[in-house]
């Protein structure tokens, strides 16, 4: 007599329908349990299944069961059915994708890779309010990356300490200051008495070069405490918020999307949290399937690494992250990504940014191109003639990639870079 059916969600014949929403997974099944048996345990326990079979069940269930239809080595395609998923609901995505089957005994190791998400699927979110194009045009950007940094340290500045080395940034030629994941609003430093000093000094800055200048100031907080912040921001005539969006959860940056589109401000993203589940590359979720669940909801950037500064992150997982925000339509690579048409839902900005300097600038143009916010923190405010003159080093790091020189050549008219390379060089900081 049967006891489980998890070999019933195994069809290696099975064709995906167009409106399947189709996974792909690393596996390593436990002791005593064979692969294909895995792969039914994780399609079973993401859909209609359980570990035993059961006594009753109306037979047009049967259309709504996941089918583990592809599988080498380690690595498995589950197909699901669009019925499985509630419209608009991404948090109810992760309870089935990223919920219990994380959790089985049967599987020693699991990670979610990607999700290939159908039209059916995409209809029901609103992506991105601004788009790239949009982004640009509200900063009057053209032609470059769009640039930002954190005063570091990146906490301890009362609020008008740190607004007075933002100041420097803008003046140094940067587009946006960035406040960093774990300043909120501190005894030392309290959010509103930052967006006050920040705006005074935002305006000055503005007056004095002409140029369009921002911040990434972070509201994140309960939804309520958000909200109020938000408001604050918009009322001093701020265009972004900051949200830690992994810590603040999928539910809550879906709701404060549409709030903050309300009212006129894209979401800078930081994924403060993310390694604790993306760094281990046998368990858990990818950082690319995080970007594009958060290019789902509505954020208008979020952070990809540099692979050349301090945090983990390879050159070709940095370009997948950039081209699964930026592109319309992406290409599937063997067990590394599925294939992915965005649709009508808009891009969204990949952030640069961990350990960069002046030097190491060119190296991140030619991973990402010009097409994303570049964010260089302790690399100008680290320069031997401080933080101004290290935004404009970096500047001018940036017009030498565009004019095709190399940093050496470009340095010697260009005395912010002079220093700047004198004392960091083209070092990678681990």
């Known amino acids: 007599m049967t006891i489980d059916w998890y070999k019933e969600f195994v069809d290696l014949k099975y064709e995906p329908a167009k409106d399947d929403l189709v996974c792909l997974f690393y596996f390593e ?26 006594f009753t069940m109306p037979p047009r269930m049967k259309a709504l069961e996941a089918t583990a239809f592809d599988i080498e080595g380690n690595v498995v395609k ?7 998923w509630e419209e608009g609901n991404a948090v109810q995505l992760l309870s089935g994708i990223a919920g219990n089957i994380f959790g089985m005994k049967a599987v020693r190791n699991l990670r979610l890779i990607d999700a290939s998400l159908p039209p059916a ?11 790239n194009e949009g982004i640009r045009k509200m900063m009057k950007v053209r032609g ?10 990146k906490i301890g500045f009362t609020a008008k300490e740190h607004a007075e080395v933002g100041y420097e940034t803008w003046m140094g030629g940067f587009d946006f200051v960035k406040d960093d994941e774990n300043l909120t609003s501190v005894s030392f430093n309290r959010f509103d008495d ?22 990434f100031l972070n509201i994140t907080a309960d939804i309520e405490t958000m909200k109020k912040r938000a408001d604050l921001l918009k009322e001093n005539g701020w265009n972004y918020a900051m949200i830690d969006v992994v810590v603040a959860g999928t539910a809550s940056v879906m ?30 979720l990818t950082m690319q399937f995080l970007a594009k669940l958060m290019r789902l909801i509505g954020v208008s950037q979020i952070h990809t690494g540099t692979a050349v500064g301090k945090l983990v992150g390879t050159k070709k997982e940095a370009m997948l992250l950039a081209d699964v925000l930026r592109e319309k339509k992406t290409n599937g690579i063997e067990h590394m990504a599925l294939d992915q048409d965005w649709g ?15 030097g190491l600038v060119p190296e991140v143009l030619d991973i990402y191109g010009t097409e994303l916010v570049l964010l260089v923190s302790g690399g100008i405010h680290g ?16 017009e030498a990639w565009q004019e095709g020189i190399m940093l050496d050549e470009k340095a010697k008219n260009a005395q912010e870079l002079s220093e700047a390379l004198g004392k960091w060089g083209y070092y990678k900081p681990k």
């Open 121 to 131: 699927y995409l209809k029901h979110f609103k992506g991105p309010h601004f788009g």
């Open 344 to 358: 009508l839902l808009k891009s969204a900005f990949p952030a640069s940014s961990g350990g960069l300097h002046p």
């Open 29 to 54: 099944p436990a002791a005593g349990v064979s692969g294909k048996e895995a792969a039914g345990r994780i399609a079973s326990e993401s859909s209609t299944g359980t570990w035993t079979t059961l």
């Open 383 to 398: 320069h031997p003639k401080g933080t101004r003159a290290g935004a404009i080093a970096t500047m001018q790091a940036i």
């Open 144 to 153: 470059r990356p769009l640039t930002g940094a954190v005063p570091k340290p």
């Open 78 to 84: 589950v197909a699901y059915p669009i019925e499985l």
């Open 194 to 215: 930052r967006v006050k000093f920040m705006t005074k000094l935002r305006d000055k800055a503005e007056k004095e070069t002409g140029d369009k200048k921002s911040a």
């Open 255 to 284: 709701t404060m999307r549409d709030y903050c589109s309300d009212l006129g401000l894209a979401i800078h993203a930081h994924r403060a949290m993310h390694a604790a589940f993306d760094r281990n590359r046998k368990h858990g």
